[in-house]
C-alpha cells in the first residue's frame, strides 16, 4: 500500500498549479484527478488493480495557453517517473528520426535516476564516514599498529606525551578528523583517486540504431572493461563531493534499484506527449508525402498508449497502466483528423480557453514566477530596485492581447517580447548610467511612451517572435 501522505489530493494538486499557472481550472481538475487516481489503483484490491486502466488526457488548445506549463508544474509536483517528448520529433520506422519506443526508455531512465536519488540519500551518512576516512588517509596516512598494543584514539588525554609513533600519527588524525567535519580544512588541497569512464565517442552508424542504442552500448562496453583511475588534485571540498557520489553508488544495490524503477514506471508513470497535432493529417488533403509518415508515428504510437512491452537497458517494462496526456494546438487539423484508434485512448478531452485581457494582468501580477518578478530578481543583482505598478501592468497586458488580436496569438508568450522591449533601454543602462541602489518605477505613463505609438501605427514587427 502506498501512504497517502505521499500524494497530494486533486484540491491540494490544483492549487500547488495555480501558484504558476493562470485559469485554465479544467485542464488542472482533469490533471490532478488522473494524478490522484494513480494512488487510488494502487490501494485498490490486488485483483481490481490489472482491471483500472488510466483516463489518458488530451489537451487542446492555442499555443502559449499553458499547455506545456502544466505538464512542467506536474512533473515537480507528482512523487513519480515523468517524462515529455514532442511528437513531431518522431517518426515512422524506416524515416529519420526517433523511435516512439524511446520514450518510454526516457521514461525508465526517469524513474531509476528518481530512485537512485532515494538510496543515496538513504546511504549518504554511511558513505559520509567512509569519505571521511579517505580525506584522512590523503592528508596523513595511517601508520599500521604492532599487534596487542593499545592507541590512545579519540577521546584520550592529550596531556600524556604518546610513546610511540602509531600513537601520535592516530591523535593528530583524530585532531585533523575533527577540522574536517567543522570545515576548518576545506580550502586545502589533496590529491585523490578517480575512477575514470572507460570508453570515450563511439562511432556507431547503422539502421535503427538511435543516440539510446549508442549510450547503451557504451555502457555495456564500459561494464565489460575494468574500471580506470586516475589521479586529481582538489580541494577538500571537492573531494568529498566527488568522492560521496563515488562511495554512495557502491553502497547501493543496483539490481534492487532497477526493480523498483520498472515498479515504479509501470504503476505511476507519466507521459506527456507534446505537439501531437503536428502528427495528424488535415482532412482535406490527399494521401502520400508527409501524411504517410505522420500517419505511420500515430500507428507506432497506439500499441505504446494501449498497453504493450518495451525493452529497456534496466528491464522489460509493460506500458498499460502509464499515463499518457498528449497536447496540441490543433490549428490546421483537428482532433478528429486523428486516426480513430488513437483517438480512442485518449477519451478525456479539455479545451483550454484563450487568454483574455484580465489573464495577461494576472499573469504578470500573481504567479510564483511571473515575468515581473523575474526581472526584478534580475536587477536586484545589480542593487537596482524594480517595481510595476498596477496601472502599467494593465497597460502592458491590454498591449500584450491587443498585438495578439492583430499579429499572430501566441498566448502568454507575447508577454516576453512586450516586457522585454518595455525594459530594453533600462537594461542596457545598468550599472553604467544606472547606478546601485537606484529605484525605478514602471508606470502606465512610461509604458504608453515606450510601446503605444508602435500599437498606433501598426509597427508590429518589433513584436514577432
Known amino acids: 500500500m502506498l501512504e497517502s501522505t505521499k500524494y497530494l489530493t486533486p484540491a491540494q494538486i490544483v492549487a500547488e498549479l495555480d501558484k504558476y499557472i493562470i485559469g485554465q481550472h479544467d485542464a488542472k481538475r482533469n490533471v490532478a484527478i488522473a494524478l490522484r487516481n494513480r494512488w487510488r489503483r494502487m490501494n485498490a484490491s490486488p485483483e481490481m488493480q490489472k482491471e483500472i486502466v488510466p483516463n489518458n488526457i488530451l489537451m487542446i488548445g492555442a ?56 538510496k543515496k540519500e538513504e546511504v549518504k551518512v554511511q558513505a559520509a564516514v567512509v569519505v571521511e576516512d579517505i580525506i584522512l588517509d590523503a592528508l596523513i596516512p595511517p601508520i599500521s599498529t604492532p599487534a596487542n598494543r593499545p592507541v590512545a584514539g579519540y577521546g584520550a588525554n592529550d596531556s600524556i606525551m604518546p610513546d610511540n609513533d602509531q600513537e601520535l600519527n592516530e591523535r593528530t588524525r583524530e585532531k585533523f578528523r575533527i577540522k574536517i567535519q567543522n570545515g576548518e580544512l576545506d580550502d586545502r ?4 583517486k578517480i575512477q575514470q569512464s572507460n570508453t570515450g565517442g563511439l562511432g556507431i552508424m547503422g539502421p535503427g540504431i538511435d543516440e539510446a542504442s549508442i549510450m547503451n552500448i557504451q555502457e555495456m562496453i564500459s561494464g565489460m572493461m575494468p574500471k580506470k583511475t586516475k589521479k586529481r588534485k582538489v580541494t577538500i571540498a571537492e573531494a568529498r563531493k566527488i568522492l560521496l557520489e563515488e562511495e554512495a553508488v557502491k553502497l547501493i544495490d543496483m539490481d534492487e534499484v532497477k526493480e523498483e524503477a520498472i515498479r515504479k514506471a509501470e504503476n505511476a508513470g507519466v507521459i506527456f506527449i507534446d ?76 479545451e483550454l480557453s ?29 542593487d537596482v530596485e524594480l517595481t510595476f505598478d498596477d496601472e502599467a501592468l494593465e497597460k502592458i497586458a491590454e498591449i500584450a492581447f491587443e498585438v495578439n488580436a492583430e499579429v499572430e496569438n501566441i498566448g502568454a508568450r507575447r508577454l516576453h517580447t512586450v516586457v522585454s522591449r518595455l525594459l530594453n533601454e533600462i537594461l542596457y543602462d545598468v550599472p553604467d548610467k544606472i547606478g546601485a541602489n537606484a529605484r525605478i518605477l514602471i508606470t502606465k505613463e512610461l509604458v504608453e511612451d515606450r510601446l503605444n505609438d508602435m500599437v498606433k501605427n501598426r509597427d508590429l514587427s518589433q513584436f514577432i517572435l
Request: aromatic share 6%; charged share 25%; net charge neutral.
Open 275 to 350: 505537439e501531437i497535432d503536428k502528427v495528424a493529417s488535415a482532412s482535406n488533403k490527399g494521401g502520400g508525402g508527409p501524411d504517410v509518415s505522420r500517419e505511420g508515428v500515430q500507428r507506432d504510437l497506439l500499441p505504446i498508449v494501449e498497453g504493450s512491452t518495451v525493452n529497456t537497458k534496466y528491464g522489460v517494462i509493460n506500458t498499460d497502466h502509464i499515463l499518457f496526456i498528449a497536447a496540441g494546438a490543433f490549428h490546421v487539423a483537428k482532433p478528429s483528423d486523428l486516426i480513430p484508434e488513437l483517438q480512442g485512448r485518449f477519451p478525456i478531452r479539455v
Open 189 to 192: 588541497k589533496i590529491e585523490i
Open 63 to 118: 499555443t502559449g495557453v499553458g499547455k506545456t506549463e502544466i505538464a512542467r508544474r506536474l512533473a515537480s509536483i507528482a512523487d513519480a517517473p515523468f517524462t515529455k517528448v514532442e511528437a513531431s520529433k518522431f517518426t515512422e520506422v524506416g524515416y529519420v528520426g526517433r523511435d516512439v519506443e524511446s520514450m518510454v526508455r526516457d521514461l525508465v531512465e526517469q524513474s531509476v535516476n528518481m530512485v537512485k536519488m532515494r
Open 354 to 382: 484563450s487568454l483574455t485581457k484580465e489573464d495577461f494582468y494576472n499573469i504578470l501580477k500573481f504567479p510564483k514566477n511571473a515575468l515581473t518578478k523575474q526581472y526584478e530578481a534580475l536587477l536586484q543583482a545589480e
